[in-house]
Each structure stands twice: as C-alpha cells, then as structure tokens.
C-alpha cells in the first residue's frame, strides 16, 4: 500500500452531505443539455469519496451544487442536516464561508496578497471568523501543516505550481470545515508533487474527521479514496 492509500483509510461517522434526485439542465441554443438527471448521493464525516467520469460528464457541475455554488433544476441537498434549497441567500452563504472547504484546480490564489493573506481570506470573509491576529496565527499553523511555513511571506507568483495548491488546501481548512470539496486538485500538477499534495489533502481531512469529495479523472487518486461513484448519463454509479 502506498502512502497516499494509507493515508486514505479510516472510519467515518455520521452523514454530513447527501443528496437526491439532483437534475441540472443547460440551454444550448434549441438544444437542452441534461448533465445530471436523478444523481444522488451521500458522505460520512471522515469518508473520502471519489467521483470519476469522463470530460464533459457533469462532474463539476456536481460538485458545484453540493458546494452550494449552484442550484438544481430539481432535487435536493443537505449539508450538516440543513436543506440548502429552503435557505436564505445569507445562510447559503455563511455554509460556504463556514462549513465547506474549496479546493479547485486552478488554485485562485490572489495575486496582490502574500501567502498568509490567502489563507486568511475564507476567515476575513465569514462573519464568525476569527479575528485578525488569531487567523494569522491559524494560517500559520495551516501553512507548517502543508510543509510551507517558510514561504508565509512569499507571493504566489513566487511558489511552485505544487507549493500553490498546497496553499490553497491550507486556506480550504481555514474555517475547519465539516466538508472539503476538491475539483482535479491534481490536474496542473506533475505526478510526484501531485502525490505530496494528495498525502496532505487526505492526511488533514482524516484527521479533522472532515467529509472529502473529490472529481477527477486520475485513476490513483479515486483508488486511494474509501469509496468511489461514476457520473454517467447525469448518473452516479457506485464502483466496486
């Protein structure tokens, strides 16, 4: 077993996300593009789920409405046992900033900020975040955990493209998220430093107890997840 596999194993507790019947649809032109019809799903808090499928599947367009980034045609999703749908725009917006982490694959760092700053950014925006010398104490703490605690002062355009990602994993946890939602987090990577950035996604979920989520089309990474679903024709089916 390797060290990403091993870093993957556990138990899990309670369900935190879940999901039913989620149908999104697309207007191309006359054409209606029907990307997810009926996927449903359902994650334990410390189960890393992986959901493959082929370019074009709907995958992200999956991870978008657990994430409460998008809204189904139909459907429903609960996150910690509240149904999205039937939130206000405020609350919608407090589980984003609160109870989900984001993990992308393009990292989003923010340019004019240093490394700390970007990290913060997810407590600076929530309403009960901390406040400013407690975050930077816990972005620094975050950022020795993802092996970075020396580039705290750097820039982004001065990290590597594998140092970037491990930022942005650091400000996902920021607000001790019960969810992390991680979309191709090795995509732009090599294979080695894609490795080292999985070992520390799956090594702080674990140990947080937290639910991750991961798309993506790398096979090694859905194997080292507990379980893993194929999105087919709008469809989520379990992998054995």
Known sequence: MNSIEMTATGGAGGVVVEAGGL???YEMG???IEVLRGASLS???GEALAVIGASGAGKSTL???????DHPDEGWVR???ELV???SSRRRAAIRA???GFVFQSYHLMPEMDVTENVMLPSMAFNGGLRWKAARRRAAELLEQVGLGGRANHMPFELSGGEQQRVALARALMNDPEVILADEPTGNLDDETGGAVLENLFMLSRDRGRALIVVTHSETV????HRRTRLADGVLHAVE
């Not at 991870?63 to 980034?69: D, E, F, S």
């Not at 859905?222 to 997840?225: E, F, I, P």
Request: hydrophobic letters at 40%.
């Open 23 to 25: 149908t999104k649809r």
């Open 30 to 32: 006359r054409k209606t």
């Open 43 to 45: 994650v334990r808090r």
């Open 63 to 69: 991870l978008h409405i657990l994430g409460a980034l």
């Open 79 to 81: 996150i910690g046992g």
């Open 85 to 87: 749908g039937t939130l």
């Open 98 to 100: 609160g109870v989900i």
């Open 222 to 225: 859905a194997a080292s997840c």
